[in-house]
């Protein structure tokens, strides 16, 4: 009877170290890369022993396959909530390029492995594009195309090719962020710096409050509400994500 308990103790304790592992591992490898990352500074930030790594993942790659793996589920699942709250299609896909907006502000160690991923697949490497695509992607891609479906069906949003209205949101979202140290040269201002982030943010729901929606009026109160309800997440260092890899190992 008293063998019960103490399993579960160590089951619980094995539990805690794999994801300390995982969580310094994560850093590790959107900081330096797969080949870059060193398991002796991943081992130091989870406070364990190197040979615990190689217990738990056998190798570098396992590791790193593993970590991988763990951030993009977290992203699936913040994606596939949003999709799934109770609110119309309009709400919800103001609410979807919202949070796309601040998981790119705020998952900073997802896009920095998504880039990696991207130039090793555009370079004839091994990568696990088709492995992030069955796991976050294609599942968010199904829950898009059937919300916005169900917008236009029901007369909220404008009648058009699904396809075109995700491109505008989120691909806007890309490309200020991708586009940062043209628009330094170009604008009056630091793409960047709290304030013009927060703008950002605010115009992208406004917008497409305004763009999308048939009735200007609710997309205007839609837009007043998500964006009153979902605060600018906290700024932790310098939010610029789209590094290139070289320039964040020298």
């Known amino acids: 009877m008293t063998a019960q308990p103490a399993t579960h103790a160590a089951s619980d304790r094995a539990a805690e170290t794999r994801a300390r592992i995982l969580d310094a591992a994560l850093t590790e490898f959107s900081a330096y890369g797969l080949a870059g990352a060193r398991t002796d500074r991943i081992a130091t930030a989870a ?4 040979a615990l790594l190689y217990y738990y993942f056998e190798s570098k790659e396992n590791l790193y396959g593993a970590a991988l793996e763990m951030i993009a589920g977290k992203i699936r699942d913040r994606s596939m909530a949003v999709f799934l709250r109770e609110a119309s299609a309009g709400e919800r896909l103001l609410r979807t390029a919202l949070d796309h907006f601040d998981r790119i502000l705020g998952q ?30 294609g599942p968010i891609q199904t829950m898009l195309q059937a919300m916005i479906r169900e917008g236009i ?22 490309f200020y962020f991708l586009s940062a140290p043209v628009w330094r040269q170009l604008m009056p201002f630091e793409p960047f710096a709290p304030d013009a982030l927060a703008a950002r943010r605010k115009a992208l729901v406004e917008f497409l409050g305004q763009a999308v929606f048939i009735d200007r009026q609710r997309g205007a109160e839609l837009s007043a509400r998500v964006l009153a309800d979902t605060p600018m997440p906290e700024l932790k260092g310098d939010p610029l994500v789209f590094r290139r890899h070289d320039e964040r190992t020298k």
Do not use: C, T, Y
């Not at 406070?47 to 190197?50: E, L, M, S």
């Not at 090793?120 to 992030?132: F, K, M, P, T, Y």
């Open 47 to 50: 406070g364990v022993n190197k």
């Open 108 to 137: 900073r160690e997802f896009q920095s492995l998504m880039q990696q991923e991207m130039m090793r697949l555009h370079q004839g490497e091994s990568n696990a594009i088709d492995v992030l695509v069955k796991r976050v992607f």
């Open 153 to 174: 069906s029901s007369g909220e949003l404008i009648n058009v090719d699904w396809f075109q209205i995700p491109l505008a949101a989120m691909g806007a979202n890309v």
